[in-house]
Structure formats: structure tokens, C-alpha cells
């Protein structure tokens, strides 16, 4: 960590805030998307005592923290494909990690590129049926099948499988290459680079350097872990009590079963590994992540390009240590729909904003346009938050809206459908005979009292399945949009690890 603090305090230098970036100059954008990053697992929210993200930290201090970044879908490849057309899952009809992607979808990059940025892609693809194929939208290409490998990977460069050196670590080969990317670069040009990390999805696997760091970490157990536990769950780490009312009679039944699942507590992963120390090596994989920021600030700054890029930091969906009695994704619940979001941007930002409006993964698409001076394309169903970033007062959504649909690999969790308010939230479980929720999220932030049946609150519930309802009608996502999948190809893919 002391190299990092190091490139850190290199890049802040004497540098002070100007309210401009380089006058007539288009603005550069890098886009640092990691995998499975829950939003509070970051050093300076003190979630996790103990983990060290100084890069993270620098991003919150020195640019903007985006405190409620959601995903319209909590699942790899639909909230990839919405961050790269700006579009709800129902509208791309990337619905699942499976789903073949329709070959009329047009990408945010495609239309950088033809403004005149120099493009690349390095990192996971994941989203439809393309493994590591180049992709419209981008002059440099650099991706690995399916969800890849930690160690020794093999490279898609711009169409040609290149087997990288033995030992190599993925995320820090990933973070190599967008560097190499930006010190090439034609400066008299804007650059935009995507690097896509597949850290930090199971099976967790730190750097060496990294390893063993957190093997003493204290591991901590969210309030709602054991509402569904049994004589025989077991009991992990520190246990936090509620502090709220708790009501376990309308905890949904598809969650109770799934306690003792594949993605549940209880037999995580069919028992291949135990909760904590699951808990500590998803801690130590995040830091090779940390580094990646850190190198690409510094090289910014060296290049003199700081100035004049954008660098926003976001994961792809959320992660779920125990809330629920569930690890994994694809509910609607806190943990799982909210993600990480950093963004710095000395000529752009003030130091230590934070943004408090909702956020989706479907403004990322229209935020870089805007940034680039293109405006918007009708297709795109997102809102851009650069007058957010700037500071600017910004007339902005009172809601948020969420899909998921079921999987037939994970049968365990539902259709479902959503809506969330500053306050509120609403979620349908669509196609099973099970109890809906409503939660307080100001007075039950960990989700523990579902309302649903309380006489007090069935005009809110009856207005937030309306909203939920006519958002659906509004966007064209009344039916499920089924995909005709290759069967072999998906036991191929899988393989326990989705």
C-alpha cells in the first residue's frame, strides 16, 4: 500500500481546481468497470474495519462520490449491456448471462469513435453470445473468454489469442495494456478507454503479493443474515444485532429456501469454501483493483492528461455478504442493487463532492456523450449526470426502477420486479405464490420489517406497484423477452461459477 499512498500523493502534487477543462479541447474519458464490487466495501465508507483502498479513498476525496449508484439489473451480462447502450434490460434483451445479443444494439463507443476518439476495450466482454470477439465501437480490443482467469490468462488482441506470460496476474495485465493505450495515444486527439476488470468475481483470487493480508480480517455478520436461520445454520464471525423491528413472518419463502443453496450461507457454493474465509479473499482481491485506479491517475498525470479526463470508477452490480442469509447478486435487495461510483476530474470536479441523487448504470452511456459534445440518441432510456458532477443544480429522477429474470441454472430466486424512492421500496416477486415487500429505507436501511401487510402503508405499496406497473408499460417491458439458447454452450460456460 505504501506504493500506492505514493503514486496518490504524486498525482495531488500542487495541483488546485480550476472550474474548466482545457479551453477547446474534448474532454478524455476512462471507464473503470470492476466485477461483483458491493457499494460500502470501500476503505473511507468504514464498512470493513481494516481494508485498505487508497485509491478509492483519493477518487471520494479529490473528485466526487456518487453514494447512490444503482443497477437497473443485478447481474453481469444485462447490466454490461445497459452501460453500453444506455437502455433498461427489457429494451437490449440481454436479459441473463446467455441471452444472444441482438445485432441491431448500437454502443456509446460507436459514436466517440466516429467524433474523432480513439477507442479501446480491455478487459471481460461477458454479454451475449460474442466470448472474446472484437466489438463494434472500438480501435484497440482486448478480452478473454467468458468470465476469464486469475492467473496465466489467454488474450483476444484485436482478434488473435495471445497467451500471456506464465505467472501473469489478470488485473495488473489489464491495467498494463490501458497504460500503454494512453502513453501511445495521438494527443491531438480525445481518447476513451473501458477497462473492464473480471476482479473481484469468485473464485476469489488475490494478487501474491496480496494474499493472506486480511487472514486475521474480523469478519462481520449483518443484521438480517440469521432471521432465516435454523439449529443447524451455521454462525459466522462477529454478529450485529438490529436495531430495528424484525418480521420474520413475511420474509419471502423463495429466501428462506435459499439459505441452504448455492447461494445461500449455509451451502455457499455447494461447501467448496466457508463464509469467512470467502469474506477475507474477496477483501485481498479487491486490492489489485485499488492499484489498477492508482496507476491510471498517476499515468494521467504524468502524460499532463490529468487536467483533461474524466475517470469514473463503478462496479458492475452489487455483492451480498450474508444479508438475507444469501451471497451472490440478483435480488433487489441493498447490497445487490447498489455499486460502488468514484469520479475525478481536476478541471471538472470539485475536490470532496458527493452526489446524493440516484444514479443508474443506464446514465453512463449519455453522461460520456454529453461530455463529448454529442447529444443524446432517442434509443438511449438513461439521463446524463455531468451538470451533477460540475456541481450544477439538475432537475433529476425521484425514482429508480429494477428487473431480474429468472435464470434456469439458479431456479432458487425469482422473476422480479421493482421500483425504489429516496425512501421506499417496492418489489414484486413475479410468477411464484409468495409474499411481496415493501421496506422503510430510512428507519429499516438493513431491509429486516417488510410492510407489505401493514393497513399503514398499503396506499404506498398500491402507488409504488402502480409507478412500477406503468414504468413497465411506458418502456415496452410487459413481456419477457425469451432467448433460443445453445444448452451445451451454457454447461460449457458455467460450470458452477455464474
Known amino acids: 500500500m505504501k506504493k500506492v499512498l505514493f503514486l496518490l500523493l504524486s498525482i495531488l502534487g500542487s495541483n488546485a481546481f480550476s472550474q474548466s477543462n482545457q479551453v477547446g479541447k474534448p474532454m478524455n474519458i476512462v471507464f473503470i468497470l470492476s466485477d461483483d464490487h458491493r457499494f460500502d466495501f470501500m476503505g473511507f465508507t468504514g464498512k470493513v474495519p ?5 485509491a478509492m479513498d483519493f477518487m471520494a476525496k479529490n473528485g466526487a462520490y456518487l453514494k447512490n449508484a444503482f443497477v437497473t439489473t443485478s447481474l453481469c451480462s444485462p447490466s454490461r449491456a445497459s452501460i453500453l447502450t444506455g437502455q433498461y434490460a427489457h429494451t437490449h434483451t440481454i436479459v441473463d448471462n446467455n441471452a444472444p445479443m441482438p445485432k441491431d444494439l448500437k454502443f456509446f463507443p460507436q459514436y466517440l469513435q466516429k467524433k474523432g476518439y480513439q477507442t479501446a476495450f480491455m478487459g471481460k466482454w461477458h454479454m451475449g453470445n460474442t466470448d472474446d470477439q472484437p466489438q463494434p465501437g472500438f480501435n484497440k480490443w482486448i478480452s478473454f473468454k467468458g468470465q476469464g482467469e486469475y492467473y496465466n490468462p489467454t488474450f483476444n488482441i484485436d482478434g488473435k489469442e495471445i497467451k500471456q506470460p506464465r505467472g501473469s496476474y489478470t488485473t495488473d495485465l489489464l491495467t498494463d495494456y490501458a497504460l500503454d493505450f494512453i502513453k501511445q495515444s495521438d494527443k491531438n486527439k480525445p481518447f476513451f478507454v473501458y477497462l473492464s476488470h473480471k476482479g473481484v468475481h469468485a473464485d476469489f483470487q488475490p494478487a501474491k503479493r496480496h494474499a493472506g493480508k486480511y487472514k486475521d480480517m474480523e469478519v462481520i ?12 445454520s451455521k454462525k459466522y464471525g462477529k454478529i450485529l444485532e438490529p436495531k430495528t423491528r424484525t418480521n420474520k413472518a413475511d420474509i419471502p419463502l423463495w429466501v428462506k429456501n435459499q439459505r441452504y443453496s ?21 477483501n485481498e482481491t479487491l486490492l489489485s483493483i485499488d492499484e489498477s485506479i492508482a496507476k491510471v491517475l498517476a499515468e494521467l498525470k504524468k502524460e499532463g492528461l490529468d487536467k483533461n479526463t474524466l475517470v469514473i470508477y463503478m462496479g458492475d452490480n452489487g455483492f451480498q455478504f450474508g444479508e438475507h442469509g444469501l451471497i451472490d447478486k440478483r435480488d433487489m435487495y441493498e447490497a445487490s442493487l447498489r455499486v460502488p461510483m ?25 453522461t460520456f456523450l454529453a461530455l463529448a459534445g454529442i447529444k443524446k440518441p432517442t434509443q438511449i432510456q438513461g439521463l446524463s449526470f455531468a451538470n451533477l458532477l460540475k456541481g450544477s443544480e439538475t432537475k433529476w429522477r425521484d425514482k429508480i426502477f429494477y428487473e431480474y429474470y429468472w435464470e434456469w441454472a439458479f431456479p432458487q430466486t425469482p422473476t422480479m420486479f421493482g421500483v425504489r424512492t429516496e425512501q421506499f421500496k417496492y418489489i414484486f416477486n413475479q410468477g411464484v405464490w409468495d409474499a411481496n415487500e415493501l421496506y422503510d429505507l430510512k428507519n429499516d436501511p438493513e431491509e429486516i420489517n417488510n410492510l407489505i401487510r401493514d393497513p399503514r402503508y398499503s396506499k404506498i405499496a398500491g402507488q409504488l406497484k402502480k409507478d412500477m406497473w406503468d414504468w413497465l408499460e411506458q418502456t415496452g417491458g410487459m413481456q419477457i423477452p425469451l432467448k433460443r439458447v445453445d444448452s451445451k454452450r451454457i454447461d460449457h460456460l458455467y460450470k458452477g461459477t455464474y
Open 342 to 366: 468514484l469520479a475525478y476530474a481536476p478541471g471538472m470536479i470539485k475536490p470532496g463532492l458527493v452526489v446524493n441523487e440516484m444514479i443508474e448504470n443506464i446514465d453512463i452511456a449519455p
Open 50 to 54: 481494516g481494508l485498505e483502498t487508497p
Open 262 to 282: 448455492w447461494h445461500g450461507v449455509d451451502y455457499m457454493y455447494d461447501g467448496t469454501i466457508n463464509f469467512i474465509d470467502f469474506y477475507r479473499r474477496y
Open 221 to 232: 455478520s449483518p443484521p438480517s443474515m440469521y432471521l432465516t436461520a435454523t439449529d443447524s
